[in-house]
Structures are given as C-alpha cells and as structure tokens.
C-alpha cells in the first residue's frame, strides 16, 4: 500500500506546498541582475502560478494537458490581440496583478544538436510531459549553432523519444503533441543579438502571460560563461523567473572550479544556477535517506558502531568510445568520483537533517565532505584499459582511441579508501571504485556490518568470519535493488547455515518502469526544488578534498595499472583494500555470476 499519494510520480509536487519555507525563499530569487526589481515585486507568485498549473496525470481531478494547439501563438494573437506586449502590460491590459496571470515556463536547451539533449533531455522532457508533469503552459526550444528548421529539430528529436513499457497508449499520438512544442533557434553562443531574436521568439509563445525561463546548458563547459552573459543580457525573463541548469564538469580543481562559480556569479545568484550531478536523480540514490530514515532498522545501526566498511563502486563494460577527447582531460576521478560518487557518500553518511528541505540537507552535506581526510596518495590505485581480444573479437585499449594523445596517462580505473573525520564515522573506511572498460555495469552501495561478538554459530563459517556478517547492498543500477545478506538456517534435520538475501528486486516488487534520472532533476529546476543540486560549498568542499591528489598524480606522473578491458580492473585495488581489512564486496563469489 502506498504511504502517500505521490501526483507526478517522479515529482518533488508532492512533497511541495505553496506555505513551505524553502520555497517561499525561492521565489524571491532575481532572475538576472537587470530584471531583479521585478522580481522581487512578484515574492511567490510566480511558483504559486506555476504550483496552480502543473497537476499530473495520475492525481485524482487531474487537468488535461493542454493541445499544441493551445500553444500556438497565433491563437495568442487572436486571443486578445495584444500579441507583443510585455507580459506585465499584458497583464495590466487585461486587469490582473502578477499574481492573478497564469504562468508559463519556457524551457531552452543550449545545445540542442548534441549527444545529451538527445540522449537524455529530450526524452527526459517527454516523459514528463507523458506523465503530466509539465506544466499547462510551456514550450521547448533548442538553441545551438547548428542550422536546423523547426521541423528538423523535431525530426532529430523524435529519433530518441520513447515511452515507457508501461505507457504505450497514446504514445505517438503525445509524441506528435510534445514535437508540435518543441522548437528551434539557431545562434552562436556569445552573440546578445542572437538570445535577443531567441527571446522575441520566446516572447511570442508566452503570448503574455507570467514568463518563467529555463535555461539547460547542454555545452562544454569553455562556453558556459558566453552563454549565460548573453543569456543573461538578452533573453532573461523580465517579471517571472529564471534558471539555468548547468552540466558536469564544473572545472578541473579547486582554482578553475571558483573562477567558473565567480564567473557565472557575475550573471547570476547562486539560487538560480542548478548545478546537475544526474546520480542525485538516480532512484536508489533518492531513496538512501528514506531507507535509513524511516525505518528503525536501519538509522541506529548507521554508524562506526556497526559499520566495518561503505563501499561505492562504479562500473561500465565499455570503454571511452566516442567521448576519449573529453574525458582524457578529465579522467575517471574528476569525471565519476569527485561527483557522482562523493555525492552519495556524503547523502549516505549525513548527520540527520533538521528537514527534507534542500538548505538542511544540503547543508548536512557539506559538513560530511569538509569532515574528510585529505586524501593520500598510498590510499588511491589508478588504472588504465589496454586491448584484450576475446572469443575472437579485439577490443580497443584506451590509448587506441585516436581522439587520445599516445602516451597519456589518464586514469580510467581508480579506487581509493577515503575517510571522515567525525564521532559517527571516525576509522571506518569509505572505498570507492570506479571504472570503464570492466567486466559488467553496475553501480552499488556496499555497507559490511561489524561481526557478531561471540557468534554463537561462528564455527559454520570455519575460519573466515567474514562471511558471517551481514552486508546491506543497495543496487542503483541496473536491475535496482535493495538487499541485505543475512544467515539462515538451511531447511532441514541438520544445523547447517547459510547466506541469504532479503531482497527487494524492484522489477518483481513495483510495476512502474523507473524514471530516468533526468526527469527528475528537470521537474525539480522547474519547481525551483534545489534538494538535489549542488551548492557552490559542496563543489568547493569535493574539490578541496580531491585537488591535491589530483595534482600529485599529475605532477608525479604517476602511471596506472594497466588492465584488460572487459576484466575486473587491476590488481593493485584489492591491495588498497586489504590494507584496511576490507574484500570487494562485488568480487565475491556469490556476486559475480
Ligand atoms: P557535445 O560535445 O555533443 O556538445 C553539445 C553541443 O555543443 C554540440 O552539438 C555543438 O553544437 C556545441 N559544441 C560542441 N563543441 C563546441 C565547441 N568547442 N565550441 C562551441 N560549441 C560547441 O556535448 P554533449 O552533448 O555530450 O554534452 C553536453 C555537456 O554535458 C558537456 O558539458 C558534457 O561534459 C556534459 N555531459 C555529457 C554527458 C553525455 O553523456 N554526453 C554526460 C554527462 C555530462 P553546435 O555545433 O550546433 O553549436
Ligand atoms: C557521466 C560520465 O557523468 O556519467 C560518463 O561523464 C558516464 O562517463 C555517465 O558514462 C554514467 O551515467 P549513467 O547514468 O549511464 O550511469
């Protein structure tokens, strides 16, 4: 039976009102600097229309979404007539206060012709919007320098978009819906001129009403600044909001990270930039605080007291193909560690907030990662994937990328012990791994409890005592899951025990197929719900944690193992943890199958 009846089901709505504190304070948010007094004369309005509009399909009473046709400006036009006024004059012609207009979001995807917003945007949006959880108004453009018509864009876009398992009725018919809302602007990304033909363009779907924008920087991080500068200049809302969502990697290390936090800082206040790591949007990653914080079981155990070690281990069974450019700029700890990874743990070992609110977790967060030891470089293994051939099929090695200089020395494989310096967490291990070109893909939380004292059965498990403790694995990805090993009993006249797992498979317990993680995050930008994004603290407390590391690997050219691709990774990461008593908890016998 459901606790609470969700509205959108990937939604934060639910757990948002109009009289909840953290929103009230992110209402009063500037849009950009020069339309900030007519943001602040609109305190809460403009989420309180939004609030009113959006209602998704599975609520009770729910609004239909609206037609494309009702989207149309040329309907605007006719509407009333006042197609090219302000949204305020608008809203003064017609006798209403800002509070009284409907609201309407409009949603830009800089760099609409790229591998993400195909791969992950565009289909994250539609599914929103299958789902009813956009709001009544509100319209899609692509932004990117690429020449496309509207109808291209559209067809580009239709090539990804699909509809879940358990969603197929309507499918193509929303399809051609949610394409008919999709538009497409082409411009360079420091020209004013061009986010100011954007924002007329814009103007004409807002068709007067409260216009809320925002902004999905889906570019490298070298451009991000030009576009928001001339975003911010050009095409910002005048009396709704604004907001930009802003991609992964946020800087190199500590220096570059704060020369990109001032410099979107000049453009922006730090409550309208939405800064993604899309793992806080993965399913099991929102469910760790609800696992340990409603249930009993779980909160007294979460501690030093119990816990013998956390482990958080990353893998993929492919290589770099295709992103080897980027990522041998970054390598596999800045490009998973530093983020995704670092950003569960602090979610894992977090002090219990005063509230769900976003500034209370947030702000437990952060306690974590500045509670962490620096990092050594004795407690870090790093790797890199050569060519293996396989059942006759050769597959590449890192450096046979041709988009990688030969020779270099980026990690795709690292593993490293951290640890938190705090009276919960003080000498228990956090290992972390991750890498590509593995054997399998998966991504898990590993908590191994402490042994029973004086084990009553410790002989059933002979000398190794560590098969007798209980371990707790939370499975992000794929086949989400939550299990817990116990011992039991093997059925029988004998006493013989075994390890057996209560086990949550998520595929036989819900029949919902999971959202991906993007909906999630994009739903919450509009909503203005910032629980699951970074603050410029917690960047700056992740990488202070991670630069002198990175730094001595660099400067030392410290070479990685090598491994083979499609292997376990290298040898070097049991040693690491060995030294802290620790096996890999996906390594053993009964995972690996
Ligand atoms: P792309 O390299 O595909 O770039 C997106 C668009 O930006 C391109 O279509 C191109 O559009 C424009 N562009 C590319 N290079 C330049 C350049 N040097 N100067 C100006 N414009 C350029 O990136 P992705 O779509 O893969 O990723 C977008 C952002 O998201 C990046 O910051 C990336 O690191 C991050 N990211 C990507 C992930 C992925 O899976 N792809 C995963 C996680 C984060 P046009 O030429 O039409 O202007
Ligand atoms: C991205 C990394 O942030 O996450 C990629 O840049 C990685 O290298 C990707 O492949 C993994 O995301 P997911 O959701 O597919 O596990």
Redesign the pocket.
């Known amino acids: 039976m459901a606790l609470s009846a969700a509205k959108c089901p990937s939604s934060s709505a639910a757990r948002l009102s109009l009289g909840h504190p953290s929103l009230r304070s992110s209402t009063l948010l500037r849009p950009f600097p020069n339309s900030s007094a007519l943001a602040r004369r609109v305190p809460s309005r403009s989420f309180k229309n939004w609030n009113l509009n959006v209602v998704c399909k599975q609520e009770a009473g729910a609004v239909p979404a609206s037609s494309s046709a009702e989207e149309a400006p040329s309907k605007n036009v006719e509407n009333g007539g006042l197609f090219g006024l302000s949204s305020e004059e608008y809203g003064n012609a017609i006798g209403l206060d800002a509070s009284e207009r409907e609201s309407t979001v409009s949603i830009t995807v800089v760099?609409a012709?790229?591998?993400?917003?195909k791969?992950k945007i565009f289909p994250a949006l539609f599914a929103l919007y299958y789902e009813d959880c956009l709001p009544k108004h509100f319209t899609i453009f692509g932004y990117?320098?690429?020449k496309m018509t509207d109808a291209e864009l559209r067809t580009m876009v239709s090539k990804t978009l699909t509809c879940r398992i358990d969603k197929r009725e309507n499918c193509s018919e929303k399809m051609e819906q949610f394409l008919n809302r999709c538009f497409y602007h082409s411009g360079q990304?420091d020209s004013e001129q061009n986010f100011a033909e954007l924002d007329k363009k814009l103007k004409e779907h807002e068709g007067g009403r409260l216009p809320n924008r925002l902004f999905y920087l889906?570019?490298?991080?070298n451009?991000f600044i030009d576009v928001v500068k001339s975003a911010s200049q050009s095409s910002s809302s005048k009396d709704g909001w604004t907001r930009v969502i802003v991609?992964?990697?946020f800087g190199r290390d500590s220096q570059s990270s704060a020369a990109l936090t001032r410099g979107l800082k000049q453009y922006l206040e730090e409550d309208q930039i939405f800064r993604i790591d899309h793992y806080l949007g993965k399913e099991l990653v929102e469910n760790l605080s609800i696992l340990r914080f409603s249930n009993l079981v779980f909160e007294p155990l979460w501690s030093r007291q119990y816990i013998r070690n956390v482990q958080l281990i990353f893998s993929e069974d492919f290589g770099t193909e295709g992103r080897g450019g980027?990522f041998d700029n970054y390598g596999i700890i800045r490009d998973i560690m530093q983020n995704h990874l670092l950003q569960i743990l602090a979610l894992f070992a977090m002090e219990t907030p005063v509230s769900m609110d976003a500034e209370d977790i947030r702000n437990e967060k952060v306690k974590v990662l500045r509670s962490m030891k620096p990092l050594q470089l004795e407690d870090v293994v790093i790797g890199q994937y050569k060519s293996h051939t396989k059942g006759g099929v050769t597959y590449p090695g890192y450096t046979d990328d041709k988009t990688v200089p030969k020779g270099s020395l980026t990690p795709t494989f690292a593993a490293a012990a951290l640890f938190i310096d705090n009276a919960r967490w003080d000498g228990v291990p956090f290992l972390m791994k991750a890498g590509k070109a593995l054997h399998t893909r998966r991504t898990e939380i590993r908590v191994q409890f402490r042994h029973v004292p004086g084990n009553l059965y410790k002989r059933s498990f002979g000398t190794d005592l560590d098969r007798a403790t209980n371990e707790l694995v939370i499975r992000v990805q794929p086949n989400e899951a939550i299990y817990l090993k116990i011992n039991n009993k093997i059925p029988g006249l004998g006493m013989r025990l075994d390890r057996s797992n209560l086990n949550l498979l998520y595929a036989s317990r819900y029949s919902k197929e999971i959202p991906d993680a993007y909906e999630r995050l994009l739903l919450d930008a509009i909503e203005g719900e910032r629980r699951l994004f970074i603050r410029s603290d917690e960047l700056d407390a992740a990488w202070e944690l991670f630069t002198p590391l990175l730094r001595e690997l660099e400067e030392k050219k410290i070479a990685p193992e090598l491994y083979p691709y499609g292997s376990r990774g290298p040898v070097g990461a049991h040693y690491l943890a060995a030294n802290y008593n620790v096996r890999w908890g996906d390594l053993s016998a009964s995972e690996t199958t």
């Open positions: 760099g012709s790229g591998d993400l917003a791969k990117a320098r690429s990304y889906s570019i490298p991080p451009i991609e992964k990697p980027y």
